[in-house]
T-cell receptor, first 113, second 111 residues
Framework: DAMVIQNPRYQVTQFGKPVTLSCSQTLNHNVMYWYQQKSSQAPKLLFHYYDKDFNNEADTPDNFQSRRPNTSFCFLDIRSPGLGDAAMYLC????????????FGPGTRLLVL | TQLLEQSPQFLSIQEGENLTVYCNSSSVFSSLQWYRQEPGEGPVLLVTVVTGGEVKKLKRLTFQFGDARKDSSLHITAAQPGDTGLYLCAGVRGATNKLIFGTGTLLAVQP
């Protein structure tokens, strides 16, 4: 029944050690988003894909990269995590053609030691 | 740049009390959404309001979109502990459907 799946739910990494978070969807939506959310704050959009077209937000640090190998999967790569990157990372999807709303996954909480 | 301000930022009330959360902006949005987020989970959509002046009810929750489509309010009647969570408003902008999230209101309802 799950529609937007994020694995793992909790991820621990070390300062400076690359980490990848994954998102998959069973909705066949053409848009996939990555948000960063720090404790009790609003989600902040990092970037999104419309099909294979990558759209980066102007203030997203270069440390954050993304890959979308196919419709179902999207990855968030943090090249050199800093302590300030500890946060909840949310994936969301949307069908742009039908103008539906975004569907959020449960998030991955990242801890940087 | 934060375009949507929510107030209050934190709210702790007793079960059975009423409350109102406000979401204000100087920008016009094509529609506005309200989400509730529980700890360790993603935001869950509660409602979308589209028309200026629109009022929508979801059980004990009443949502209103301002006439000018710049602000919104969420009123909860007889709050329950299950209403506890982070409430987020989000303005929907343009053809890309980008969500501009508000600053959030953390609600705790004590039994």
């Amino acid at each position: 029944d799950a529609m937007v799946i994020q694995n793992p739910r909790y991820q621990v990494t070390q300062f400076g050690k690359p980490v990848t978070l994954s998102c998959s969807q069973t909705l066949n939506h053409n848009v996939m988003y990555w948000y960063q959310q720090k404790s009790s704050q609003a989600p902040k959009l990092l970037f999104h894909y419309y099909d294979k077209d990558f759209n980066n937000e102007a203030d997203t640090p270069d440390n954050f990269q993304s890959r979308r190998p196919n419709t179902s999967f999207c990855f968030l790569d943090i090249r050199s995590p800093g302590l300030g990157d500890a946060a909840m990372y949310l994936c969301a999807t949307r069908n742009r053609d039908t103008q539906e709303t975004q569907y959020f996954g449960p998030g991955t909480r990242l801890l940087v030691l | 740049t934060q375009l949507l301000e929510q107030s209050p930022q934190f709210l702790s009330i007793q079960e059975g009390e009423n409350l109102t959360v406000y979401c204000n902006s100087s920008s016009v949005f094509s529609s506005l959404q309200w989400y509730r987020q529980e700890p360790g989970e993603g935001p869950v959509l509660l409602v979308t309001v589209v028309t200026g002046g629109e009022v929508k009810k979801l059980k004990r929750l009443t949502f209103q979109f301002g006439d000018a489509r710049k602000d919104s309010s969420l009123h909860i009647t007889a709050a329950q502990p299950g209403d506890t969570g982070l409430y987020l408003c989000a303005g929907v902008r343009g053809a890309t459907n980008k969500l501009i999230f508000g600053t959030g209101t953390l609600l705790a309802v004590q039994p």
